[in-house]
């Protein structure tokens, strides 16, 4: 098929060769798809560009617009894709674009209109999105003309790598060191193009050009080095408006950046910096002409100022106060009134329009505008010469505010808006309805109240701060003299400023309130009664007024006894009880305000009418200082106060503790409720503003309580009078659990207990206070109980029961503490818990208990005691802690015949267990029937020694213990524990008698003397032990002449020994003690004898005294020495024979054997007690079956009922016999076990 065929221009280049000649510009045919179809739009210089480089069809405009319509096949149009396409491949290449440049086809390349026509046409399909990549597209086109002359590629950098500026001709102008980065100022101003390079940000970043924003031009223009033009403050002020988009405002980011260039223009001529704008005023022209009027006519004189009243002067216009004022004011040149002209790209308008935003536009706009200004300038400079203004100057800005307020108030009416609130939401509504900023806003009220425009009374003008007042009307007894009030002859617009600043205006009850009130008291008398009378008549009026009425209660103003009083301070002498507890105090007022009239008036201003919770508290707190007053206890009048207190309290407890009013004590099973429901009466009582919590916690540390102070030793409710608070008392229905450390209180005044909580009454006890009261109680024993009323196995029963009934109340160290403490009530002794066991030997008691022995009342369970210590069977470690805690028990103290018999028996039976081991701190009985360690008990085998030994250093060990139990023990023998030494610095060994002496040697020596001694001694060795068939071999001859032979005899005036221990080679004997051998003995050397022995003994004796104990032999026994010496010397000469009971005599009188008379140191532990229970094989005592012989030992063998006198008690009595005995004359042993507090430490 045929292709039309169209006259077309063939392209006149072709790689940047010529053609010839002849072919150029000549139309030729050719197909459709061959050459490209203008749009009519491209014409001029541009469509020459297109047949220059384009073969392109030579059509006139209407046809080719026609064509481009019809699209016919094979249609082309030239688009602007296909010229960036174009020139991105033509002038990419650096070597070829030069030399294209040159070619004259590209000579319109050289001008900036052209290349930005190219680029117009380029960016024709980018708007809006219309080509996929956007502006992006652009990128790499050699279009973009620079204000240095040459073309830059799109999007390509400058030579310092910088983006190119986009500015107009004045902005370059202000920023030359730019010019190499400037791009074309052709550019901003192109028809169409200008908008791109001025507003389209996409286009800019896509270009990567930088336009003059105002960070960027605060931070490229640099400072003048003199005075600026206006012509050069009209340009910068210019381009920041353009910059902005609008006039400029003093916003924190213009103040940042430009705060501190020196370009703000004053209207004086002076040029400051830009940070002072937010500071000076910018107003128009016609705004700063403005006369303000302040005639002295619409103040209505005063007499105090008549006389240097000021003339009439003219009306001061806004500019002639703001220079008085020292506020500057920009050049009103520069004060954009319209924003209009700042969009308008002439010439003329940039140069007629101004660039900083006005304050103020219209008059009704210019009150706030100033407010803001002085504000802000005092604020920030405090230079404003507020002293230099006239009065008619002050009243005309202070008319020019008030005018604004009151119009603004009446379109606030209208509009029927809200009271002014700077915080409420309809504040921007008001402000448009005004036209106008609010006046009376927040920030501008604080700013007006510091302005000193206000005139006082006094004449001065001052500012707001600190608080004024006014005074309309005159007071009969008040005058104001100071600054503190303004004069109340100001115009009704300033009143009504100065109402909605703050300033209170003063009434009668206003001046009591602030003024007179507070300095009553300094006031003559007649005036404050003046004032009283006063107050009484205008009382109706007063009491609507809050703030006189709490003055007044709190006031000083009533006379009473003793001076002047608040009403909140006083009581009400018709109250019965309010009368007694402060009876003869100045809390009631004087006979002139004793009316009813006035008590009605007090009443009502706080007097305490009524007691209600804040009149108790009072009461209380007067009672306990009454109490507190007295050293000693308190006298009978405040305890009566107190007990009328408490049972005033106790009646009202619906009203002031918040009880239901049909609550009744109740029973201690019932659970306490902390948080009770208030009651109705509760809500009643909260008239005097306390609460009935806050009520009981402040009433429960008030010691007003009538008790008896705890004493350890009296039954409770029997200590001395005291006074107690509510938290300190403990309930009666605890007194078992507290009473020694507790006051208590009064069964009858036990409040119900949904309030005990509240009043501090805690149920149960703490666990302190039962510890503590526990550890009073165990310093007692049962046998020396002094709380008559008080059974102890109730008391320890009780204890019991808290124990078992409150395991979380019992912290570690309580339980430590408890578990160390005799509580334990078995019969009449009281143990610990760790000494009860399940099943136990009988002989331990009393000191070990089994349990059924336990008699508490009620009796614990097996599983609280096992808790608390309580074991199965004593064992070997049970047996060593009794022994060890015996020691302190008992120290210094005889132990009663029952617990001597349990110690031997667990001595006994603590060495036949395996693994024993003896302890220096175990206790081990002694001679005199107390205790000693075991590491200072002897066995007592040199009774001379062991009577000179200190007391306390070594003690006899009871000769009851067996040969075994000492062998267990290692107890050490006396003589084995003791050495006894000459004491030569004491001693006088002068030799005397030496005849005498040498023959007394030499006759011991002898042979013949030795036959002879041998003879008797051994006589009387067969005589003692009758199972000798032989005489001993230390009694022989041979060796009685060889234990004499080394010995010589000799006689000295005196000798003195000391006792030493071994094997610490301590003195232990007696201090001071005079002469204490007659004879001693120097082994391998000397026998010594005294010349006067102190009990007339012979010399002979003494001799042989000395060769006896060489021998090891007990002297016999001889009434010799007794005869011979005088009756006062007869212990010495008992002593000087080695006298000794018999060990089984001691022995029986320590195990108290049944049918023994009962020992004289047994005697004082006695007590005839018919109803003390007993149990089996206790030790007692009974009168001796013949009359007149004492009393013996007696062992329990079965006991009755307890409790019953006539139930007899079988006694095992001696001899095997049993003896049927009334309680009546069973005589017990009381025991001395040491309170805790008087125990000796290991």
């Known amino acids: 098929s045929t292709q039309p065929l169209f006259l077309a221009i063939p392209r006149d280049l072709e790689d940047g060769t010529s053609e010839p000649a002849s072919r150029r510009q000549r139309p030729v045919l050719r197909r459709l798809e061959d050459g490209v179809v203008c749009p009519p739009a491209v014409s001029g210089e541009l469509h020459q560009f297109v047949q220059t480089h384009f073969t392109s069809f030579d059509l006139p405009p209407s046809l080719r617009e026609e064509l481009l319509t019809l699209a ?317 203004l006239s009065r008619d100057g002050s009243r005309a800005l202070l008319g020019l505010f008030a005018e604004h307020h009151v119009r603004e108030e009446a379109v606030a009416m209208a509009q029927d808006w809200p009271p002014a609130d700077p915080g409420a939401s309809t504040e921007e509504a008001r402000e448009a309805a005004n036209g106008s900023p609010r006046l009376v806003s927040a920030g501008r009220a604080a700013a007006l109240k510091r302005m000193p425009l206000y005139e006082s009374v006094q004449g001065s003008l001052v500012p707001l701060e600190p608080r004024r007042y006014l005074l309309p009307q005159r007071h009969p007894f008040f005058t104001p003299r100071t600054d503190e009030f303004l004069t109340p002859t100001a115009p009704a617009p300033v009143l009504s400023l100065l109402r909605a600043l703050g300033v209170e205006s003063l009434e009668d009850a206003d001046v009591f309130e602030k003024f007179l009130l507070p300095a009553f008291g300094e006031a003559s008398l007649e005036r404050q009664e003046a004032m009283r009378r006063h107050l009484l008549a205008n009382w109706q009026r007063l009491r609507q007024h809050d703030g006189v009425r709490a003055a007044l209660s709190r006031t000083r103003f009533v006379p009473t006894a003793f001076g002047l009083l608040a009403p909140s301070e006083l009581l009400d002498p018709r109250n019965n009880l309010l009368s007694y507890i402060f009876g003869g105090e100045d809390r009631f007022p004087a006979q002139q305000c004793s009316t009813e009239e006035w008590l009605a008036m007090l009443g009502a201003l706080g007097m305490k009418t009524q007691v209600d919770r804040d009149a108790f508290l009072q009461c209380a707190k007067k009672v306990e200082a009454l109490g507190a007053s007295t050293s000693d206890r308190p006298p009978p009048d405040v305890l009566s106060r107190a007990g009328l207190l408490a049972t005033h309290l106790l009646n009202n407890l619906t009203t002031l503790a918040g009880a239901p009013a049909d609550a009744a004590p109740v029973s201690s099973e019932e659970l306490v409720d902390d948080d009770a429901a208030g009651s109705p009466a509760e809500a009643a009582a909260e008239a005097d503003g306390l609460s009935a919590p806050d009520f009981c916690t402040a009433l429960r540390g008030i010691r007003f309580v009538p008790s008896h102070a705890p004493v350890a030793s009296l039954a409770p409710h029997e200590g001395p009078p005291t006074l107690a608070s509510l938290e300190e008392c403990a309930l009666h229905t605890d007194r078992h659990l507290v009473w020694t450390v507790s006051p208590l209180l009064k069964e009858e005044w036990a409040p119900p207990r949904s309030l005990w909580a509240r009043l501090g009454l805690v149920h149960p006890p703490p666990c302190d206070r039962v510890v503590s009261h526990a550890h009073n109680l165990s310093q007692f024993t049962a046998d020396a109980w002094p709380w008559e009323g008080q059974p102890p196995e109730e008391v320890f029963g009780a204890l019991w029961l808290y124990i078992s009934q409150n395991p979380s109340l019992i912290g570690p160290e309580a339980r430590k503490r408890l578990c160390e403490l005799p509580t334990v009530l078995c019969g009449a002794a009281l143990v610990k818990p760790s000494r009860i066991f399940r099943s136990c030997f009988p002989f331990c008691q009393p000191l070990m208990q089994p349990l059924s022995a336990v008699s508490l009342s009620p009796p614990p369970t097996p599983e609280v005691l096992l808790g608390m210590g309580m074991g199965e069977e004593p064992q070997l470690h049970d047996f060593v802690a009794l022994l060890r805690e015996v020691l302190r028990e008992y120290a210094c103290v005889r132990l009663s015949p029952s617990e001597r018999r349990a110690l031997l028996g667990i001595l006994e039976q603590a060495t036949e267990c395996r693994g024993f081991r003896p302890r220096a701190d175990m206790a081990v009985p002694t001679v005199e029937g107390g205790v000693a360690p075991l590491s200072s008990s002897v066995i007592n085998d040199a009774p001379d020694l062991l009577r000179r030994v200190r007391p306390g250093s070594l003690q006899a060990a009871s000769p009851a213990l067996s040969l075994e139990v000492r062998a267990a023990l290692k107890v050490r023998r006396l003589s084995e524990a003791v050495r006894e030494e000459l004491s030569r610095e004491a001693s006088d060994l002068e030799p005397v008698e030496l005849a005498r002496a040498e023959e007394l040697g030499l006759r011991i020596r002898g042979a013949g003397f030795a036959r002879a001694a041998a003879a008797l001694l051994a006589s009387e060795a067969a005589r003692r032990d009758p199972a000798l068939q032989a005489a001993p071999q230390r009694l022989r001859p041979e060796a009685i002449v060889e234990a004499l032979a080394p010995y010589r005899v000799v006689i000295v005036p005196r000798i003195q020994t000391r006792l030493r221990a071994v094997p610490s080679d301590e003195e232990v004997g007696v201090a001071g003690e005079g002469p204490s051998s007659a004879w001693f003995i120097l082994p391998a050397s000397t026998i010594f004898l005294e010349a006067r022995p102190r009990c007339g003994t012979s010399h002979e004796e003494l001799l042989s005294l000395a060769v006896l104990s060489l021998l090891q032999t007990e002297p016999p026994a001889t009434l010799a020495p007794l005869l011979s010496c005088a009756a006062s010397d007869l212990d010495d000469a008992l002593s000087l024979l080695r006298y000794a009971p018999p060990a089984r005599f001691e022995a029986a009188a320590s195990q108290c054997t049944p049918g023994t008379p009962v020992s004289a140191a047994d005697e004082p532990l006695l007590q005839l007690k018919p109803l003390r229970p007993l149990f089996t094989a206790e030790v007692v005592a009974v009168d001796a079956p013949a009359p007149g012989s004492g009393r013996v030992y007696a062992l329990v063998d079965g006991v009755g009922e307890r409790g019953d006198a006539r139930a007899a008690v079988n006694l095992r009595v001696g001899g095997g016999q049993t003896r049927a005995v009334l309680p009546l004359s069973v005589f017990s042993f009381r025991s001395l076990r040491l309170p805790l507090g008087d125990a000796v430490p290991l």
């Open 72 to 388: 016919p096949p094979g249609t082309r149009p030239f688009s602007p894709a296909e010229l960036r396409a174009y020139l991105k491949r033509k002038l990419t290449d650096p070597k070829k674009r030069e030399k294209r440049l040159a070619h004259r086809a590209w000579a319109g390349m050289h001008s900036a209109a052209f290349c930005l026509e190219l680029l117009d046409f380029c960016i024709g399909d980018l708007q809006g999105g219309g080509a996929k990549g956007g502006f992006a597209n652009l990128v790499g086109l050699l279009l973009l003309p620079l204000a240095s002359g040459g073309l830059a590629y799109v999007g390509q950098a400058s030579r310092g790598g910088e983006p190119h500026v986009v500015a107009t001709v004045q902005q370059q102008t202000l920023l030359p060191h730019l010019r190499s980065r400037f791009v074309s100022p052709e550019c901003t101003a192109h028809e169409t193009l200008g908008a791109y390079f001025l507003h389209n940000d996409e286009f800019l970043r896509a270009a990567r050009l930088q336009s003059v924003t105002l960070s960027f031009f605060a931070q490229q223009l640099q400072p003048l080095q003199m005075q600026p033009s206006a012509t050069y403050l009209h340009t910068v002020w210019q381009t920041m408006g353009r910059s902005a988009g609008g006039a400029i405002k003093p916003t924190p980011e213009v103040v940042e950046l430009f705060g501190s260039k020196t370009l703000l223009p004053l209207r004086s001529g002076q040029v400051v910096a830009v940070g002072e704008l937010s500071s000076t005023l910018a107003l128009p022209a016609p705004l700063l002409q403005l006369e303000l009027d302040g005639a002295a006519s619409h103040w209505a004189p005063q007499a105090s100022q008549a006389a240097d009243a000021e003339p009439a002067a003219a009306r001061p216009r806004v500019d002639e106060l703001m220079s008085t004022l020292a506020v500057p004011v920009v050049d009103p040149a520069f004060v954009c009134v319209d924003e209009a002209p700042l969009k308008d790209q002439t010439a003329a308008a940039e140069a007629l329009a101004g660039y900083i935003a006005a304050d103020a536009t219209e008059p009704h706009q210019l009150a706030p505008a100033l407010v803001d200004k002085l504000g802000a300038r005092d604020a920030a400079h405090g230079a404003l010469e507020w002293s230099q």
